[in-house]
Every structure is written in C-alpha cells, then in structure tokens.
C-alpha cells in the first residue's frame, strides 16, 4: 500500500526562525511529489511540485527537497511569519494513479 | 479567472437528511476530484468524474453515496441519509489533465458538513 508519512505532526516555532518538515513516502512508481499549504478553513494551495529528476525546488521562502533514492522530502521555510501557520502536506503520485497519496499533514503554528 | 468554486461552504444537516455539494472546476479543467478530510487526517480520495462520466468511484460508499458531473453545470456529491460519520470536510479538485502527470491540481476552498 502507497504510503506518505509526515513528520513532526505539529511544530511550534516564533517569529523570525527557520524550520523544516519531513515527508517520507514508500510511493512506487514515483511520478511527482507535492507540497501544498492548507490554512485553517481553507483549501489546499500549491507550494511546489518536484519530479524524479529535481532535486530542490523554490517558492519565496519555502524550499522543498527531493531525495528520489531514500524517498524522502523535506520542506524548509525561512524566516517564518505569522502568515505561514497552517497545515502542510505532502503529495506523492505515481505515473498513472490519480488517487494520490496525501499525507496526514504537519501543522505549522508561528508565534510572534 | 475563477478558482474551483465549492457550494455550500458550510452545511448542516440532520441525521437521515440529504446533503448536496457542488463544485465548479476552473474553466478549461473537464477533470474533477472529490476528497473527503476528517480532522487531523490527510484528504481520501472519493471520486473522479469526466463530462458525463464517472471514472472511478472507488473511493466513495456504495451506498448512500453518489457524484456526477453533468455536462452543463457544476459537479454534485450527493449524501443520502446522512449519519453522524459524514460529518467532514469534503473538497473538489480540478485539473486540465488527468491527476498523476506533471500537471497542477487546484482545490476549491471545501464544504464543511455538519450531522447533527
């Protein structure tokens, strides 16, 4: 079974400081991986998507990682703001199965 | 452009009422998704609809159940006799491609039931 686990499940963190989340999958074969920010209430929004063949992708402050060998991500978000509390999650696709794999999420709260 | 429009974003029914929950994908996008989010657990995949076709349902209840996407007018996930377990958070995703490829998934903002 395609599995994504995330870790910490939660995380606080004060203003200012850097912090990075883990996503491990056992996802096979590997098409994409995700990671898309879910504030509370809302729907999730697209941060950044990495194939096989990337191994670091941007977005502003936050930078996502791909290792495809280990089959492990991580997010990295620096100089947090309070605007970054929310849920993220990390999504891993296969070529052809458009069920995805979401994992449960870490949630995210930034403290002035 | 509009973004994936869910409706209602908040619905509360009583126990053995239906529920009906629409979502209007981004315009161009003919791929919808329905996922279902329970509170501190990752989004379940439900459904995936085409114009007029189901694609895959495996997702969903057998019973009580149903999607569609017709082809006017938004997707509907309908809930017959609703129970105190439908309560969730309930999201339609939409894409210009079939889900899976390189391609973006954009969510609608979720409908919330409520059964009390």
């Known amino acids: 079974k395609n599995q994504v686990e995330q870790s910490p499940q939660s995380l606080i963190i004060l203003e200012g400081k850097n912090c990075t989340l883990q996503?491990?999958?056992?996802?096979?074969?590997?098409?994409?991986l995700r990671w898309y920010k879910q504030d509370t209430g809302r729907g999730p929004v697209s941060l950044t998507i990495?194939?096989?063949?990337?191994n670091t992708k941007s977005n502003g402050r936050y930078t996502a990682t791909l290792d495809a060998d280990t089959k492990q991500s991580s997010l990295h978000i620096t100089a947090s703001q309070l605007s970054d509390s929310a849920s993220y999650i990390c999504?891993?696709?296969?070529?052809?199965?458009?069920?995805?794999?979401f994992g449960a999420g870490t949630t995210v709260t930034v403290r002035a | 452009n509009a973004g994936v429009m869910q409706n209602p974003r908040h619905l509360v029914r009583r126990r053995g009422q239906e529920a009906r929950l629409r979502c209007s994908p981004m315009k161009g996008h003919s791929h919808v998704y329905w996922y279902r989010q329970l509170p501190e657990e990752g989004l379940k995949f439900m459904v995936y609809l085409q114009k007029e076709n189901i694609i895959d349902e495996s997702g969903m209840p057998k019973e009580r159940f149903s999607a569609e996407f017709p082809k006017e007018g938004p997707s509907i996930l309908r809930i017959q006799q609703v129970v105190r377990g439908d309560s969730a958070a309930y999201f339609c995703?939409?894409?210009?491609?079939?889900?899976?490829?390189?391609?973006?998934?954009?969510f609608g903002e979720g409908s919330r039931l409520t059964v009390l």
């Open positions: 990495m194939t096989f063949s990337e």
């Open positions: 999504v891993v696709s296969s070529p052809n199965d458009y069920k995805l794999s």
């Open positions: 995703a939409s894409s210009p491609e079939r889900a899976g490829s390189a391609g973006e998934l954009f």
């Open positions: 996503c491990n999958y056992t996802v096979s074969p590997f098409s994409n």
